[in-house]
């Protein structure tokens, strides 16, 4: 079965760059990379996707590898308001797979 | 633009009673799902559609049913609600397959 590991959680004092580490490991030619994020009890909201390239948006920037089944989730300068469980996803035949996530907590 | 409504936020059931999760985008977003995530887990997805009158199973839909008989609506409905069907439901809606995923604020259901 496919499988995406990301770490259970993070800390990253506030100001600081987080980078949140993802695996799938495995991943079609076709597949885009996502990336969502959860506060509190909120429904995800989307912060960016890729396919190959390095994407960059007004939220984050994310780094995949040239194998693509790596990614990193980069937060520039991470605020309070940055807490949440980030979740690494790739969309699937009709679906995104959401793992457990990582839970970032920006520390003051 | 309201994207992507749901009600009730929150509802108690009994065990064998019956609901209806009501999800409406106006988006005019082809694909609309549904999700469960119970406490400290991801999402799974329940059932989805791509598009007005049809609709398929996802990973955990035992238990739901679903319709979709306009594009801006995809209720979920519950039968013989049971304990293990405590969750937050989230609804989703997408322009395609492959297309970010917009989600609603969620609907609480506790089944006592």
């Known amino acids: 079965d496919a499988k995406t590991t990301q770490p259970t959680s993070m800390d990253c004092a506030e100001g600081r760059a987080a980078n949140l580490p993802c695996n799938h490991s495995t991943i079609s030619g076709n597949e885009y990379v996502y990336w969502y994020r959860q506060i509190h009890s909120q429904g995800p909201q989307y912060i960016i996707h890729g396919l190959k390239n390095n994407e960059t948006n007004e939220m984050a920037s994310l780094i995949i590898t040239e194998d693509r089944k790596s990614s990193t989730l980069i937060l520039p300068h991470a605020t309070l308001r940055d807490t949440a469980v980030y979740y690494c996803t790739k969309t699937g035949a009709n679906n995104l797979f959401f793992g457990t996530g990582t839970r970032l907590t920006v520390i003051p | 633009n309201a994207g992507v409504t749901q009600t009730p936020k929150f509802r108690i059931l009994k065990i064998g009673q019956s609901m209806t999760l009501q999800c409406t985008q106006d988006?005019?977003?082809?694909?609309m799902y549904w999700y469960r995530q119970d406490p400290g887990m991801g999402l799974k997805l329940i059932y989805y559609?791509?598009?007005?009158?049809?609709?398929d199973k996802g990973e955990v839909p035992n238990g739901y049913n679903v319709s979709r008989s306009t594009t801006e609506d995809f209720p979920l409905r519950l039968e013989l609600a049971a304990p293990s069907q405590t969750s937050v439901y989230f609804c989703a809606s997408s322009w395609g397959r492959q297309e970010t995923q917009y989600f609603g604020p969620g609907t609480r259901l506790l089944v006592l």
């Open positions: 988006m005019n977003h082809n694909y």
């Open positions: 559609s791509v598009g007005a009158g049809i609709t």
